[in-house]
């Protein structure tokens, strides 16, 4: 190591005899012995983000991160580091940083393996997979500083669903729904439907849409834009949850198969409006369209669920979501079942907690999903 300090001692001094042989006068350059380092920005880090073609096959595509990180530096701890971690797909093994020290210091890179010590460029590609020491020398040659700098990020990717198998009979018990349930019984109703902030819903005997504002005491036929022959008959879902952008209101969506041998499920869709001066919704029947590649389709045994700000139709076989209030249902990549289940019919829901829970209705198979943030 001496002999790496000796050298690097014998660089400093002489560019300062250098210095002071060609300057005079006003030329003159003045050296100072404390220095330290002042700024730490990661200029340049790619992103190898794992993707699913539309075909269903895996890919790979490299994103650049486009806003310089900036980064904490603890002047008497000698320490360097970032407080919001980075995704966990960026390649932390080939990165540039930017590094400015005070009087204009000497950088030097400590080697991962060794005490060799190299001169720090702002072109030249870094390796911080694991944390390394950053030394700025005084311009006079009297001494360093040393930094141990660490780039943080995520050890699990970020914006995904992460999966984790429970007990059975760990699955929980929905109280309000049961609530329900038995109010509509009581009620001499066919069905519950569902139930948002201030309102609940049930078919009839004759298969109209009911709903009731002062808990199951009275119920009013629904109004429908459309012919209640397209209401869901068979494995029927609802969703209510909070419309964005607007106090007091929900927006709920009503889903199932409304024939026999039918291709795509029948939504239907409400805004519920409950402050002072609302005027009564309607539910809208949302159009069957050829063009629509994206319709919900027939599922059986499924749920709809609002999870983290998405609404999610659920069944054994996938997680399709929807951005536009049940018109279009997508798949994405980060929201996905869990690879080691063996699910046949599906009961989803959610808990207090913001987990998205699963369970097989013929094997009371029990998953608790997670959704992982940056």
């Not at 998405?310 to 997508?330: C, P, R």
């Not at 207090?352 to 943030?373: H, S, Y």
Request: hydrophobic share 35%.
């Amino acid at each position: 190591m001496n002999k790496y300090i000796t050298a690097l001692c014998a660089l400093i001094t002489s560019t300062m005899l250098l210095s002071s042989c060609l300057g005079s006068g006003d030329d003159d350059v003045t050296y100072y012995n404390d220095t330290a380092i002042t700024g730490f920005t990661l200029s340049t880090v790619n992103r190898y983000i794992h993707a699913t073609t539309t075909s269903g096959k895996d890919s790979v595509y490299k994103r650049t991160l486009s806003n310089p990180v900036t980064f904490s530096i603890d002047q008497y701890k000698k320490t360097i580091f970032n407080l919001d971690s980075l995704k966990a797909d960026c390649d932390l093994s080939h990165v540039l940083v930017t590094i400015s020290a005070k009087n204009s210091g000497y950088i030097v890179i400590k080697s991962m393996t060794s005490d060799t010590l190299y001169s720090y460029s702002s072109s030249d590609s870094l390796d911080f997979s694991q944390p390394r020491e950053i030394r700025v020398y005084a311009n006079d040659g009297s001494g360093y500083r040393a930094y141990q700098v660490a780039i943080n990020k995520h050890q699990t990717e970020t914006n995904k669903l992460l999966w984790e198998k429970m007990p059975a009979g760990s699955y929980p018990v929905d109280a309000k729904k049961a609530k329900w349930e038995k109010i509509v019984a009581d009620a001499g109703l066919a069905r519950f439907i569902g139930a948002g902030t201030k309102e609940a819903y049930a078919y009839d005997k004759e298969g109209r849409l009911v709903m009731t504002k002062d808990e199951g005491a009275t119920w009013t036929v629904e109004e429908l834009d459309y012919d209640m022959s397209l209401l869901p008959k068979e494995s029927v879902a609802f969703v209510s949850y909070p419309y964005n952008g607007y106090l007091d209101t929900d927006y709920q969506i009503l889903a199932g198969v409304s024939e026999e041998g039918e291709i795509g499920c029948s939504v239907w869709r409400k805004i519920a409006e409950y402050g002072e001066g609302s005027k009564p919704g309607k539910w809208v029947y949302v159009p069957y369209e050829p063009y629509n590649r994206y319709k919900l389709p027939a599922m059986i045994d499924f749920s709809l669920v609002w999870f983290h700000g998405y609404v999610m139709a659920i069944n054994s076989n996938e997680i399709l979501i929807t951005h536009d209030g049940g018109i279009t249902w997508k798949t994405m990549t980060s929201i996905k079942l869990p690879t080691d289940a063996s699910l046949t019919s599906v009961e989803a829901s959610t808990d207090d907690n913001g987990a998205l829970w699963l369970k097989d209705k013929n094997t009371d198979e029990v998953w608790r999903g997670t959704f992982v943030e940056d």
